[in-house]
């Protein structure tokens, strides 16, 4: 495959162990970094999009139990698959465990990893999605709309960078540099911690 080159193809569902599970997508964003991959040959073939959600179709006893949600739920996943034993995931900071680094030989991601690693559907721009058993889940609550909730992650973001890294609040003022969905999203984080003033530049 080609930069700048889309296919339409079909693969065949998997079978789901007990620690897993399948996702029908319901809606997928469209990140800044899906662009740059799309021009890229690199890591190969696969199915982009990793702000997810959609609704469980399948899924295991021991992944029932352990992420507390059922068939017909709808919820948001994560892109990482984090191993959840190294010092970054044991202190919460599992976007930086080297698993999901997809520099790394071997790591798995959704939507960056490719289609030769088994059974290919890491991408949400599918109509079915492969739960990991080490997947990031969250239950989305009800009557919020799958295309607000695919949201989620950019507004998280948002909220990590400007208020968690940049400890905007009350008497602070903020400078955001870009106002893609990434930028706005750290303006809705910093207006919801109190910041006085909103600073945002860029086209």
Same mark, same amino acid.
């Given at each position: ?35 740059? %991959? ?13 702000? %997810? ?77 492969? %739960? ?72």
């Amino acid at each position: 495959m080609r930069p700048r080159q889309t296919e339409l193809r079909e693969f065949a569902l998997p079978g789901i162990a007990p620690d897993a599970g399948l996702l029908r997508i319901d809606a997928t964003g469209i990140c800044g970094s899906d662009w740059p %991959m799309y021009l890229s040959e690199r890591p190969g073939p696969r199915i982009l999009g990793h702000e %997810m959600v959609g609704t469980i179709a399948k899924l295991g006893d021991v992944a029932r139990a352990r992420w507390g949600v059922t068939e017909g739920d709808v919820v948001a996943l994560e892109e990482y698959l984090p191993c959840g034993h190294c010092e970054y995931c044991r202190t919460g900071e599992y976007r930086s465990c080297l698993e999901t680094d997809t520099r790394v030989a071997g790591s798995i991601r959704y939507g960056s990893t490719p289609l030769t690693v088994a059974p290919a559907l890491w991408g949400g721009y599918s109509q079915y999605l492969y %739960m990991h058993p080490r997947s990031v889940v969250h239950r989305v609550p009800a009557g919020i709309k799958p295309h607000i909730a695919a949201m989620a992650l950019p507004i998280g973001n948002g909220f990590q960078w400007a208020v968690l890294d940049g400890k905007a609040g009350p008497g602070k003022t903020i400078v955001i540099q870009g106002p893609g969905q990434q930028g706005l999203g750290c303006g809705i984080g910093a207006k919801a911690a109190g910041a006085d003033t909103i600073i945002g530049s860029g086209l």
